[in-house]
């Protein structure tokens, strides 16, 4: 049986590839997406996930539209990284699709609860959804299967100040309610995802197939490989949000730690960051499982050979 799974997201170039990684993988169904703001703001989100949904001729699965501003900070959404659009280059049509009309929080508390047990979320942007629905109905915490989250830098740096990642720098409250909610999460943070890096080689390879799925992917990684070799000695580019699939597809390339992980939100420097208590210190028990390490380029050769698979099937 495949996992069900809903991804929670603010599309995003790698977000967009994280649903085609999920399409593309038998593994996992993917129930619905629910939206927030992040990368960009919560409608442009929404479209973006509903017109990639229908390139990827996916259009059945539901789209719920969610949170329009972190919980107690203000809206960050920034074209830096993703571009206007949060597409890069890539130019899709407007979606027929629409969203359903029920909010993303009060669909996720439906759907799990309607199942308890059997649904995991994975939420690849800010925490705001998340944090709303634990909040809103306490018995969400107790339904849902798992989180897998991508999100924090443990060991490593930070990407939006130098000691926090940019989804949990946006909404640094709604990651504490969630870090504290007893659910059961993996995380995936940059320790991890800064080891799977995608290359202009990699692109080509995929693009040897042509289809509009492959025509895409080389849409939306040109101006973020761009970003990257401007920004970082990387050599590629990283892939955070597809790898939390790594969790149900190749769990044999993550290296997990159980670990007490809390965020910083008293407002100084540090705001966002994410750390752990390696020597017990605290006395707490572990509130996650943690990628510290992750055989990155089998990762990438997974997802370049799942791109490939899909672009095939997938030819107007
Ligand atoms: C995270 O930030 C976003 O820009 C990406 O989509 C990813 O979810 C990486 O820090
Ligand atoms: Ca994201």
């Not at 049986?1 to 170039?13: A, F, K, S, V």
């Not at 308890?116 to 629905?133: K, M, R, T, Y």
């Amino acid at each position: 049986m495949p996992h069900r799974i809903i991804i929670d997201t603010d599309p995003g170039i790698d977000d967009a590839l994280a649903f085609l990684l999920a399409l593309a993988s038998p593994e996992v169904q993917l129930e619905a997406l629910t939206t927030t703001q992040g990368n960009v703001v919560v409608e442009t989100a929404t479209r973006n996930a509903l017109s990639v949904l229908e390139l990827a001729h996916a259009s059945q699965i539901p789209v719920a539209q969610g949170s329009m501003f972190p919980l107690v900070q203000p809206l960050y959404a920034s074209a830096a990284v993703h571009g206007e659009s949060g597409l890069g280059n890539a130019v899709l049509p407007e979606p027929k699709a629409q969203a359903i009309s029920q909010h993303a929080v009060d669909f996720l508390i439906e759907k799990v609860l309607a199942e308890p047990g059997e649904i995991s979320v994975f939420p690849i942007g800010p925490l705001s959804n998340i944090a709303l629905a634990i909040r809103k109905e306490p018995r969400f915490a107790k339904a849902v299967k798992q989180l897998v989250i991508m999100g924090g830098a443990v060991r490593e740096g930070g990407n939006m100040s130098p000691l926090a990642e940019f989804n949990i720098y946006v909404d640094p409250h709604a990651a504490h309610i969630v870090f504290h909610s007893g659910i059961p999460i993996t995380l995936i943070p940059l320790d991890a995802t800064h080891k799977c890096l995608v290359t202009r080689a990699d692109v080509e390879h995929i693009n040897e197939v042509k289809s509009p799925i492959a025509r895409f992917v080389k849409d939306v990684l040109t101006p973020y490989l761009d970003f990257y070799e401007a920004n970082t000695d990387f050599g590629g580019s990283a892939l955070h949000d597809p790898l939390t699939l790594a969790t149900l597809i190749a769990p044999e390339l993550l290296t997990l730690q159980e670990l007490y992980v809390d965020v910083d939100i008293h407002g100084g420097v540090s705001m966002g960051n994410t750390f752990a208590d390696f020597y017990q210190i605290a006395r707490k028990p572990a509130n996650m499982k943690v990628a510290l390490d992750v055989q990155g380029r089998k990762f990438i050769e997974l997802f370049v050979e799942r791109m490939i698979q899909l672009s095939r099937k997938i030819q107007d």
